[in-house]
Structures are given as structure tokens and as C-alpha cells.
């Protein structure tokens, strides 16, 4: 697939500075193949999959076509949705930055008629609208387009899927004769090329191959994993690859709250997106994870279709999706742009069939992998701190503590002694005293979700539980404690896991069956862990309750 600099392709400095400055380094094959006939005049028509690059192909000939002296629309841009519309206006926004005088705004329903008619009068040269917003500024004479340059049509599938038709048709016999014709889309059913045939001359057509960019550079590999397993497991992938920015897909809402919740009580970095969330805060959220504000967003399919977001190391499949297509869909997020990116699904039980299924009739590859044991994570996250170390040290990037440093040497201490106890000290590695159990020394021992950049040097279990098939009942080697918390104030079994694997940073494994009653609940720990859980939870909060938990024995 061809590919070319931007600066081969007969753009203004202003827009090579502007692309220069978003961190493109090529234009992508879709960009270089319609860009060219698009500043001749030409009318397009362009295929190509999600995530290669069309909002900047047709914005910057957009731009480029724009008189900014002319205070009137003259470029038109039809989306889907809101969302897309937002996000359409944000890149042409970045991409005409560095050009005088040019203004864009995006226009849809659910926002009031008199902000965007202000944007229009204040002479918006272009303008990104959904189909039905642009018709009743049309109709109501707010948007006029006697002076329209170019009229484009992005996700032309999509908007005919949700019924746009006869808008987009109304809107288009209101553009004068002269303008120039875009369709860009992802696949070209039937319904468009009527469209294309009534609304082109004699059109460019482009069509770039998908499997171009389905073969990024994304490992794909699934995960045989119990169900009560999956929050274990997904947090030591997390912590073994060092992940940092990534989406969690769930399959229901409640499924997003609750892992949201477990996520953030064991100390990283979440929010949510689901379809109860309203929008503003849904705007909110996804912002913030652009700016890498949190590291992991939980959502549901329907949450994060049509979200832009690149620049993913990971997508976790934490349910399955429902098919191939949703599977290629929410991968897709990762490993864009040339960039690598992993993909991991968990399946449990019969699971495994379903997602055979979709790999036979999908054409995936993907593969099994293990959840890696604790000893594994240790071992990553020393490699991860000697690396770190290393390139400190071989940049030169750190402020010098001679006197510091000359002054310990003085002592008498050997250098090698010195290194060791400040990487000691780095790792919180200070000796923790034995304190017994003490369930009414609130605010004492207060647990907090320790800083994940800092190894933990404690015991391991025995067995990573993983390997380990479901338990039943009770076990030998757990003991019951008794938590002041219950039914009554909303507490799940695994919130109280979440709790309790959060704030002492062991393993979800060391808490066995769990009995919810109605203000408390009876908690299986394991024996060897037990103190540990008693000293850390109590003076935590939970569900509004201040935690006190005792042996169940003593709670009578
Ligand atoms: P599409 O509309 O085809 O689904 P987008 O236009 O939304 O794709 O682009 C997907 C992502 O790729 C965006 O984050 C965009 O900023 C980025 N991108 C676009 N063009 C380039 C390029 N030439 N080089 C690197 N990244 C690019
Ligand atoms: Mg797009």
C-alpha cells in the first residue's frame, strides 16, 4: 500500500506545520491516494477501514479549499453522531491551527439552537453537523450555503444504517451545483452507490484494502480463566507487561461498576463508560483518558463505539464479545497507526467453544497463553526497575548527590552497601512491625492501595490459584472472620475480595467463600494470611462503614 511524506503531496507550510506538530510522520495510504485529486477539484470516493486515517484525508483538502477571508460556510461535513461530529471539529481544529482566520463548528441535536447559531454568524467557514441538525438550520435559514466549496459525507454506511437517508438527501439538494462531493466510508453497500451516482462527477474512487491494516502489529491471546479468577488475572497481566493505558471491555453495565470498583480498590487508575452514564460525563471521562488522566477505561461495547482513541498498549477482552466483528471492533483500538499493541481474551468455561467458533468463522489468530504467576510479575518488575535504572544512569538524567553520597563514603559505608539500602528504601522495603490484631484501633494500620511502581516483598502463596479448579465449600487452611459490613449497606462478595486483595495487595485467592448476611458477613481467609487481612482492613472504609473485622469465633 502506497504511502508518501506529506510534503509530496502539494499542501501549504501552514498544514505541514500543523501536521508536523499532531506527530504524523507519513500520510497514510488512504491520505496519499485521495488528497492530491481532492485539491485539483475533483470529486472522491473513499473506502477504507476504521481507524486509517480518513478524518484528516478529507480535512485537509477542506482546509486547504477554504477562502478564510470569506466570512461564510464553505465546507460542509455530515456525520453520524455527536460524538463523531465533536471529534471531526476537534481534528480539523488542530489541523487548520496554524492557518489565519478559519473557523469551524461542529453543530448537532441536544445542544440549543442559539450557541450554534452564534458560531454560524460569527462567519464558521466550516461546519461538521449530524444530518438532522443541519436540515433545520437549513430550514430555518440559520445556515445558508450559497457559497459552499465542498460537501462531505463521512461514515456514509453508518449514516444510512441509523436512517439519515432522506435528511442527507434533502441536504444535498440544497448544496449548489458547483460544490465538491465527498463520500468516505468503510464498506459500500449498494444503498450508497445510489447516492454516489445521483450526488458525483465523474468521481475518484479509492478503495484500500482492509487487511492492510488488519495485519498491525497486535498480539492476540486468549485466556482460559475461571469466572472469580478474572480480576486476579487481569491485574497480573497489568502488572507483568507494566500496562499503562488501555481499555477493559465488559459485556453488561453492572459488569463495568463492579470491575471499575475492584480495579480502583486494588490501587489503579480506572473509570467507566456505559450507556447509564450520562452524556456530559461520559464527554468527561473520555477526555480525560485521551489525556492519559487514568490509565484503564471499563466499557461496554456500546459506550466506546465511534470513540477515537489510539495510542492503546492493551485492550482486555474481560468478557467475551459477542462476535468476530465486535472482537475485530474493539481490538481495532490498539496497535493503530503502526504502532504495536496487544489484545487479551478471557474465556471461561464453555466460553472456549464460542470463541473457537469466532476464530474459525473470523479468520483470527489468536492464541493461548498462561497467566502469569507471581514469581513471573517479581522477576518482570525487577527487569522493569533495571531498566529504568539503567537508562538513568546511562542518560545522565538525575541531579548529582556528591556531597551526599562522599559524606556516607566517609562513614565507612562501600558503595555497593549504599546502592542496595536506597533501593531498599525506593521500595517502601521498610520492615513492618508485628502488631496483633487490633479491631478498635481505628485510623491504625488505615490501608491504602499501595503504589504500584514499588515491588512488594512479602510471602507469596504457595500456589498461584490459577491452576488451581474452582473451589467448593470450605477449605482446609482458611479461617472465618467476621466483617461489619453486609447486605444492608450494598456490599457485594466481590467488593469485599476487591477490599480486602486492594488494600493488603495479596492475591484474591487467599479469600475462600464468602457469607453476606444482612449486617455483616462471614469471610473465609486464608489461615496464613489471616492477621495480616485483620490488621490491614480494620479502619478502612467500605460501603460507608468504618471496617472492624475480628475472628468470627470472637464476634459471638
Ligand atoms: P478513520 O476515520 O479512518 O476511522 P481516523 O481519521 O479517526 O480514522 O484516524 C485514526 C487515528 O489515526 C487518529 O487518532 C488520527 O489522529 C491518526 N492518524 C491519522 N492520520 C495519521 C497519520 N498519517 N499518521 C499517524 N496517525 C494518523
Ligand atoms: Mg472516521
Redesign the pocket.
Same mark, same amino acid.
Given at each position: 500500500m502506497e504511502k508518501r511524506p506529506f510534503n509530496e503531496l502539494g499542501l501549504s507550510s501552514e498544514v505541514l506545520k500543523a501536521v508536523d506538530k499532531?506527530g504524523?510522520?507519513?500520510?497514510?495510504p488512504?491520505?496519499t491516494a485521495v488528497i492530491p485529486p481532492l485539491l485539483e477539484g475533483r470529486d472522491v470516493v473513499g473506502q477504507?477501514?476504521? +481507524?486509517? +486515517?480518513?478524518?484528516?484525508a478529507f480535512a485537509i483538502p477542506a482546509i486547504e479549499a477554504i477562502n478564510p477571508k470569506l466570512k461564510r460556510v464553505q465546507v460542509l461535513i455530515l456525520c453520524p453522531t455527536r460524538e463523531l461530529a465533536v471529534q471531526v471539529a476537534e481534528?480539523v481544529n488542530k489541523l487548520a491551527s496554524f492557518k489565519r482566520g478559519i473557523m469551524e463548528v461542529p453543530i448537532y441535536g441536544g445542544q440549543p439552537y442559539d450557541r450554534q447559531i452564534r458560531a454560524l454568524k460569527a462567519g464558521s467557514q466550516i461546519v461538521i453537523g449530524t444530518p438532522g441538525r443541519v436540515m433545520d438550520h437549513m430550514e430555518r435559514g440559520t445556515l445558508r450555503l450559497d457559497d459552499l466549496r465542498m460537501v462531505i459525507l463521512d461514515e456514509c454506511d453508518r449514516m444510512l444504517d441509523m436512517g439519515f437517508r432522506d435528511d442527507i438527501e434533502t441536504v444535498m439538494a440544497g448544496t449548489p451545483p458547483g460544490r465538491q462531493s465527498l463520500f468516505f466510508s468503510a464498506t459500500m453497500p449498494p444503498a450508497i452507490r445510489g447516492l454516489i451516482k445521483r450526488y458525483t462527477h465523474d468521481p475518484v474512487e479509492v478503495r484500500i484494502k482492509a487487511h492492510a491494516k488488519n495485519a498491525p502489529r497486535v498480539e492476540q491471546v486468549y485466556f482460559e480463566v475461571q469466572r472469580r479468577a478474572k480480576v486476579e488475572a487481569l491485574t497480573r497481566l497489568i502488572d507483568r507487561y507494566d500496562f499503562r493505558h488501555g481499555i477493559v471491555f465488559c459485556s453488561t453495565k453492572i459488569m463495568v461498576d463492579e470491575l471499575d470498583e475492584q480495579l480502583h480498590a486494588r490501587g489503579y487508575q480506572t473509570d467507566r463508560l456505559h450507556g447509564d452514564i450520562s452524556q456530559a460525563q461520559r464527554n468527561r471521562v473520555t477526555e480525560k483518558f485521551k489525556r492519559k488522566g487514568f490509565e484503564f477505561l471499563i466499557a461496554t461495547d456500546v459506550a466506546a463505539r465511534g470513540l477515537?482513541i489510539?495510542d492503546l498498549e492493551v485492550v482486555f477482552n474481560f468478557d467475551l464479545p459477542n462476535d468476530a466483528e465486535d472482537y475485530t471492533h474493539r481490538i481495532g483500538r490498539t496497535g493503530?497507526?503502526g504502532k504495536s499493541g496487544q489484545a487479551f481474551t478471557f474465556v471461561s468455561n464453555r466460553e472456549i467453544y464460542k470463541l473457537q467458533a469466532m476464530i474459525r468463522h473470523g479468520r483470527l489468530k489468536i492464541h493461548r497463553g498462561r497467566i502469569p504467576s507471581i514469581d513471573e510479575i517479581e522477576e518482570a518488575r525487577e527487569d522493569q526497575f533495571f531498566e529504568k535504572l539503567r537508562t538513568t544512569l546511562e542518560t545522565g538524567e538525575f541531579a548529582r548527590q556528591d556531597r551526599l553520597i562522599d559524606r556516607l563514603l566517609e562513614q565507612g559505608f562501600a558503595s555497593t552497601d549504599i546502592s542496595a539500602a536506597l533501593i531498599h528504601l525506593m521500595h517502601g522495603g521498610v520492615k513492618e512491625p508485628a502488631v496483633e490484631p487490633t479491631p478498635h484501633a481505628t485510623g491504625q494500620g488505615r490501608g491504602k492501595p499501595g503504589d504500584r511502581e514499588a515491588p512488594q516483598f512479602r510471602d507469596k502463596p504457595q500456589q498461584p490459584a490459577f491452576d488451581r479448579p474452582g473451589r467448593t465449600g470450605r477449605e482446609q487452611g482458611f479461617v472465618t472472620l467476621f466483617f461489619n459490613v453486609g447486605r444492608k449497606h450494598a456490599a457485594k462478595p466481590g467488593d469485599i475480595v476487591g477490599k480486602i486483595a486492594g488494600v493488603t495487595r495479596l492475591p484474591a485467592q487467599i479469600v475462600g467463600a464468602i457469607d453476606l448476611k444482612q449486617r455483616h458477613s462471614l469471610v473465609d481467609v486464608s489461615e496464613q494470611y489471616a492477621d495480616d487481612v485483620l490488621q490491614k482492613l480494620a479502619g478502612v472504609r467500605m460501603r460507608g462503614v468504618t471496617l472492624q473485622p475480628v475472628p468470627a469465633q470472637e464476634a459471638g
Open positions: 499532531l504524523f510522520e507519513e500520510a497514510s488512504i491520505q477504507s477501514a476504521t +481507524g486509517s +486515517g480518513k478524518t484528516a481534528e477515537d489510539d493503530r497507526a
